[in-house]
């Protein structure tokens, strides 16, 4: 559950970070540091969604209500054949507050029906609040939810939920037992009361006993706290934490899951799912800095205790998902289909002023929409993690346009035309034939590659690069979104840089500009250069180097919207290079709540 003030956007963003609001109490036996605004004022203010020339910026293919405030995706799974997302919501507004677990389902990931909320306030230990958590599959195909609610003394405390009618696969049904909460601080157990968040899917030892993490903190030292169980419904609390790392701070929305380490292989793991060819991976959301990171490691059976490998970096400068707008992910076994499946939020860039008006929202800091369903597997060199848009997003494609593979001098672009500028998914590959002016690679800049596409924007004029794309685009160039890449010399290695530059993105000055990027681990000499982009309205998601690098930007153009967006393809190096293939689709609407 990401708790952290909404606020108006900027290009500086930092500065605005630390102007949020913290506030501290005093309550039960801990103490209780949070930093929600509840805009009292507008949390009646419900805004329905006009039309689209009234909501140019309303996504067509994204996951969102309706209407009102929506953040962390909750409980992602699989029942009998049906796809469920949970998620927080707030029935009554377009701001934090009155916080439900919502409930859409889907047969595909790309089309979902609502349904009444699932979890809401109902007893003392939710009556504040039922936040952010997982499902976990029981034998015998049982469903339950674990999650947090906050209870009489904003304390937060760990709860259960069952499915009312097992034979019911839309589950539109939860019940809680009396016995909740299941987990909670106590004197004993020296827990923060308000750092003690976001339960975990559990997983089933080989010793039939069920473990789940809840994320937390020690000062500035990130937790996860380890709870085991033989029935899931009586917890205790182990001696040590699975995992922590020194000055990362809370932790929230804590993910761990194994991966096959087969060369080649994409098949997902079950989370219970242990033996020589796997390895686990443990995400956590830093909630100091609303960015989060990963390792791969190993998870030792018998102590109960996860190591990530050697060479891993913990904190904001180790591994992402994601190097944009994307936050509190989660993620889920699809057994159906033997893959695991990664959810995220999007940022939005645009101030509370501006969501009420919209009716719909995200979460906290900025706001948020879901981002496409994502299947996540483990690269063969073992390093890192792979991500792609789930294959079913490929029905919505349609009105495909080929470019031919042609030669994109220096200095110049080329108009792809015949496609929905704005609704798009683009797929395109180059080749550098020479390498000859790729500048000079400084060791210094290996965790700044943020910096970097900072200080080298779309439009400077580099040796190999900047290269790519523009999305939402207008024709004279007033406004647009640029994926690029740049490539540099170490020695006798290459270094490619992925940045995605919102510079330019809007004529609205209002909005956060900010540019992202990340090297991706590609050597141009070998393998060709490739990059999918979806395009949706307000969203731009793109996946560098077969989903090595990821980068999801949320931008608000004010010119380059509906017909007047375009795309190009495009070249500022001083370098020619190759435009080996280049798709591009229309995306069709897919029906969403």
Not at 149 to 158: L, R
Not at 363 to 388: D, E, F, M, N
Not at 448 to 473: E, S, W
């Amino acid at each position: 559950m990401a708790i952290s003030s909404p606020y108006s956007s900027s290009t500086s963003t930092s500065l605005l970070l630390c102007c949020i609001s913290i506030f501290s109490l005093l309550l039960g036996h801990g103490r209780v540091e949070a930093s929600h605004s509840v805009y009292t004022d507008l949390q009646n203010s419900e805004s329905l969604p006009g039309s689209s020339r009234d909501q140019p910026y309303r996504t067509a293919y994204h996951f969102q209500p309706p209407k009102n405030w929506m953040n962390d995706p909750n409980g992602p799974m699989i029942y009998k054949g049906i796809y469920h997302l949970f998620y927080q919501y707030n029935p009554k507004g377009a701001v934090w507050g009155n916080i439900v677990w919502a409930h859409s389902t889907s047969t595909d990931l790309v089309n979902w029906t609502p349904h009444e909320p699932a979890i809401f306030p109902s007893q003392p230990s939710d009556i504040n609040g039922c936040w952010s958590g997982s499902a976990t599959i029981l034998p015998r195909d049982k469903p339950v939810i674990l999650y947090t609610g906050i209870n009489p003394q904003k304390q937060q405390v760990q709860n259960i939920a069952f499915p009312k009618n097992l034979s019911d696969p839309y589950l539109v049904e939860w019940v809680k037992p009396h016995t909740n909460p299941l987990m909670a601080p106590t004197q004993n157990n020296m827990i923060n009361s308000s750092s003690f968040r976001d339960p975990t899917t559990g997983w089933l030892g080989p010793d039939k006993v069920w473990r789940v993490v809840v994320g937390s903190k020690n000062q500035s030292r990130g937790l996860g706290i380890l709870y085991r169980s033989k029935d899931f419904l009586h917890w205790v609390k182990a001696k040590y934490p699975l995992h922590s790392a020194p000055g990362t701070g809370m932790w929230e929305c804590p993910d761990f899951f194994p991966v096959s380490t087969l060369a080649g292989s994409r098949v997902g793991l079950d989370t219970s799912a242990h033996g020589s060819h796997v390895k686990h991976v443990l995400k956590v959301s830093l909630d100091d800095t609303k960015k989060e990171y990963y390792t791969i490691g190993v998870y030792d059976l018998v102590k109960d205790i996860y190591v990530p490998d050697a060479g891993s970096i913990e904190g904001d400068s180790g591994l992402r998902y994601d190097y944009g707008k994307f936050y509190a992910s989660k993620t889920f076994f699809d057994g159906y289909k033997s893959r695991r499946i990664l959810w995220g939020w999007i940022n939005e860039s645009s101030s509370v002023g501006d969501d009420v008006k919209k009716g719909w929202s995200g979460v906290q800091v900025t706001q948020y929409v879901q981002a496409v369903p994502r299947a996540i597997w483990l690269h063969q060199s073992g390093k890192q993690l792979v991500q792609w848009p789930i294959q079913e997003l490929e029905t919505l494609r349609t009105g495909k346009v080929n470019v031919p593979s042609r030669l994109l001098k220096g200095g110049s672009r080329i108009e792809v035309s015949g496609v929905t500028a704005s609704q798009a998914d683009v797929e395109v590959a180059f080749e550098v034939p020479k390498l000859g002016k790729a500048q000079k690679f400084d060791p210094s800049w290996t965790h700044k590659a943020q910096d970097l596409c900072t200080q080298n924007v779309a439009k400077t004029r580099g040796g190999l690069g900047p290269f790519g794309i523009m999305v939402l685009a207008t024709e004279g160039l007033e406004e647009y979104t640029a994926i690029y890449f740049t490539i540099f010399k170490n020695h006798s290695r290459y270094a490619v840089l992925m940045c995605s530059d919102q510079s330019k993105s809007s004529l609205n000055n209002s909005t956060d500009k900010a540019n992202y990027g990340v090297f991706l681990n590609v050597d141009p000499t070998k393998e060709k250069i490739s990059l999918r982009t979806l395009v949706d309205h307000s969203i731009v998601e793109s996946f560098g180097g077969e989903g090595k690098g990821c980068i999801t930007s949320r931008v608000y153009p004010i010119l380059a919207t509906g017909g007047g967006a375009h795309l190009y393809a495009f070249n500022n190096g001083r370098e020619d290079v190759q435009i080996s293939s280049l798709s591009a689709w229309s995306m069709r609407k897919a029906h969403v709540n």
